[in-house]
């Protein structure tokens, strides 16, 4: 099969027009490339191009130990750096067999909902933002800048963790974190219906995002879509449930499922499934269970010869990592399916026939990661 | 006659909606007292960085100018970005032995990603992370440090 070199011609032909977006557009949320085929204000094609915050990590894992590429995950998705490296983590732990204690357990599964938290409310503000509402940024950012403070004092980083590490946690809990942790999430409470007074309920927002950029639930099925994307569009898939690990099975939680799957639907997912990680994080912060929080792991880590593959719901959809070892302290093939790679599949289906202006409403619910897809 | 009445109320819950949002933006606009912007430059005295915060790697010196690098070069060999170079001076020892002692610990800021696995790799807890933050300088050279403080050595683990 020839591959085609260039979808969308350079030129212009009579009643249609290309433009391109990006790669530095206000709105497309980092250096993502779309080339858009134009029929007046109609989209006929959009071709995105990819590759310009490409950095190489698979292979560099690829000459680095299982301990060290791990840092290198929390420069994927960064607003999911927690989940990245625990499905690093988690794959080791497979390979090798070790059990994880229980307080390092819980301190993870408290540590990825906090960052669903923020990843969530970072999302909400720029969605806004998008749609040219500007305050609910600030909103956005006075919940998540106290979430990142309670990561700076037990992590000591703001948004590159590197905390989980293969057998646990890198450091204890600081003496606050609870007591910070609880006020965090009964401020957010209060704080939530704000969320729905300047947005959700927010007439120029509902006409913007209600009935626009339906992806349908089989497109979603077969395009690999995953995370609140393929949820909105009634697909079950949250890996927290599927495939638990780290003790989710324990907890009750519900999967936020919804089938109308446009843009308004995609909203609504993520701001119920923050009430959903209030909710895991409400029965986890008052019985951390007392122990270690590692387990001991050799300092140099050989994962004995054979394929390994281990998934994790990050914020944004299914993160899969894949690894074949032939049993040396580097992997032979490390190979990251990123949530967002998907999703931005859907971006061309979804926004097909659809007005220009539409475009920027569509890609802010797809709350896409452009590092993440590039790796 | 319907199709009226909801044509004017539809009209009528926009206006609503949009003033619900207003009202606390108004909300937050007079009260002060919920400003959460920090002035960064001008509150430098009262910043609170934690103490945890991964900001740099220092060497840990005692009062006696003393630290406890053995010049094993793990965290060399640990660092996946080659950041950190140590050099060594094999000296005598007063009974004859050859004994490897530190004499450079090269540390390039401007390389390192503060991933902390440094610290963890060293078996004598010999290196740490100071919660320091304000590291630009003129000349990308000046990020390049030795971190043992001249005239130091090597803590002595006998006890006299
Ligand atoms: S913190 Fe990480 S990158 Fe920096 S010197 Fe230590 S091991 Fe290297
Ligand atoms: S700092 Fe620690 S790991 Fe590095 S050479 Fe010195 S003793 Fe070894």
């Known amino acids: 099969m020839e591959i085609p070199k260039q979808l969308i011609p350079l030129e212009d032909t009579p009643g249609e027009f290309v433009i391109n977006v990006g790669p530095q557009h206000p709105s497309t949320h980092g250096v993502l490339h779309l080339r858009i085929k134009l029929d007046g204000e109609k989209i006929l094609e959009i071709e995105p191009h990819l590759g310009y915050i490409h950095r190489g990590i698979e292979k560099i894992s690829e000459s680095l130990g299982y301990r060290q590429s791990i840092y290198l995950t929390s420069r994927m998705d960064y607003l999911s750096a927690h989940m990245n490296n625990q499905a690093c983590s988690l794959l080791v732990e497979k390979g090798l067999q070790i059990e994880v204690p229980d307080r390092a357990k819980a301190i993870r599964i408290l540590m990825v909902e906090l960052q669903r938290l923020a990843s969530h409310q970072l999302w909400w503000g720029s969605a806004g933002l998008d749609m040219g509402a500007v305050s609910p940024f600030f909103f956005a950012f006075r919940e998540r800048e106290q979430i990142l403070e309670i990561f700076e004092e037990t992590c000591g980083t703001r948004l590159t963790m590197n905390y989980i590490t293969p057998g646990g946690v890198m450091n204890d809990l600081h003496p606050d974190f609870v007591k910070k942790v609880k006020a965090l999430i009964k401020q957010f409470k209060v704080n939530i219906h704000e969320y729905d007074k300047l947005l959700t309920g927010n007439i120029i927002f509902q006409k913007r995002t209600q009935n626009v950029g339906f992806l349908p639930r089989d497109l979603a099925i077969s395009l690999g879509a995953s995370g609140p994307v393929a949820r909105a569009s009634g697909i079950s898939c949250d890996i927290r449930k599927l495939h638990p690990y780290d003790g989710y099975e324990k907890l009750d939680f519900s999967e936020i499922v919804m089938d109308k799957g446009d843009s308004f639907t995609r909203y609504l997912v993520r701001i119920e499934e923050m009430k959903q990680s209030m909710h895991i994080i409400d029965q986890l912060i008052d019985n951390i269970p007392e122990g270690d929080y590692r387990a001991r792991v050799k300092g140099i880590i050989r994962l004995p010869e054979g394929e390994y593959y281990q998934r994790v719901e990050t914020a944004r959809g299914e993160l899969g990592v894949f690894v074949v070892s032939d049993g040396n302290k580097t992997p032979y093939r490390i190979k990251y399916r990123t949530p967002n790679f998907s999703n931005l599949g859907a971006l061309q289906y979804i926004a097909k026939d659809s007005k220009i202006g539409d475009l920027v409403a569509i890609m802010a619910t797809l709350d896409l990661i452009i590092p993440d897809i590039d790796r | ?160």
């Open chain 2, 1 to 160: 006659m319907k199709a009226l009445f909801r044509y004017f109320s539809s009209i009528f819950s926009a206006f609503k909606s949009l003033w619900t949002g207003m009202r606390l933006t108004f909300y937050y606009l007079s009260h002060p007292k919920t400003i959460l912007t920090q002035q960064y430059p001008e509150n430098r005295k009262t910043l609170y960085i934690p103490e945890a915060f991964k900001g740099e790697v220092v060497l840990i010196h005692d009062e006696n100018n003393e630290h406890g690098c053995t010049a094993c070069r793990m965290c060399e060999m640990t660092c996946p970005n080659g950041t950190i170079k140590i050099t060594s001076i094999t000296e005598e020892t007063e009974d004859g032995k050859k004994k490897k002692i530190l004499d450079e610990w090269i540390y390039n800021l401007g390389m390192c990603t503060f991933c902390a696995q440094c610290i963890e790799a060293c078996p004598q807890n010999a290196i740490k992370m100071q919660n320091t933050f304000e590291h630009s300088v003129y000349d990308r050279k000046e990020l390049i440090k030795k971190l043992n403080h001249p005239g130091s050595k090597l803590k002595s683990t006998k006890k006299i």
